[in-house]
């Protein structure tokens, strides 16, 4: 589906895939592996593809993005600082 809407993004502002590439500091090919949905494409590749064709990736703007980052960042303050492994052994084998 994100592939999907970068390349939508790309169609709005009229440009080519080795355009939108060049902008992003990628080759053509990556571009269209993009839009293809490979998953090869490293997802910052996807990530910075998104926001230059304007595809939003949170649903949050402004000041509630600020109060959802301070959240979460109090949130993840309270989680412990490594994860332990398990010490009772977990039959998962179905």
Known sequence: MLAGLIRRGR??????????????????????????????VALGTVFNAADVTGVRLFDAEGDELHRLRALNRDTVGLLNRRVRPCAIAVDDDF
């Open 11 to 40: 169609h709005r502002r009229g440009w080519t895939q080795a355009q939108l590439a060049e902008r992003i500091g990628v080759t053509a090919k990556t571009v269209h592996s993009l839009e293809a949905g490979s998953p090869t």
